[in-house]
């Protein structure tokens, strides 16, 4: 069952932003026009990815604590420290707000 959290319009662009969906902490980054969803505590230092950085060209959010890198569509490290992936959650735009399903969720759960 997916969750609308806010209005496409609402997120910054090339930035993220957390969410609670289901009572699951969500950071959801917007990327152009395309939306993605990743768990929001990173798996080595559990602090919020959403307060770091995206890097638009790898598709990627960076833990501002220790610098590890995530995989916006598979949820993978893409550098240490982390070695554990995050969830990834299905995330779409349907008729201008932004919907994520916890439920399905790609990667790990």
Known sequence: MSTIVCTFDELAPNSATRF????SPVAVVRLGD???????????????LSEGEVWTDE??????????????V???PITLPATQPVPVFVA????????????????VK
């Open 20 to 23: 609670v969906v289901n009572g």
């Open 34 to 48: 395309d939306v993605y969803a990743i768990g929001d505590t990173c798996s080595h230092a559990e602090v919020s």
């Open 59 to 72: 598709k990627s959010l960076e833990c501002w604590k220790h610098g590890s890198r995530f995989d916006l």
């Open 74 to 76: 598979t949820g993978e």
């Open 92 to 107: 779409r735009v349907v008729n201008g707000n932004v919907e994520i399903d916890v439920e399905l969720a790609g990667g």
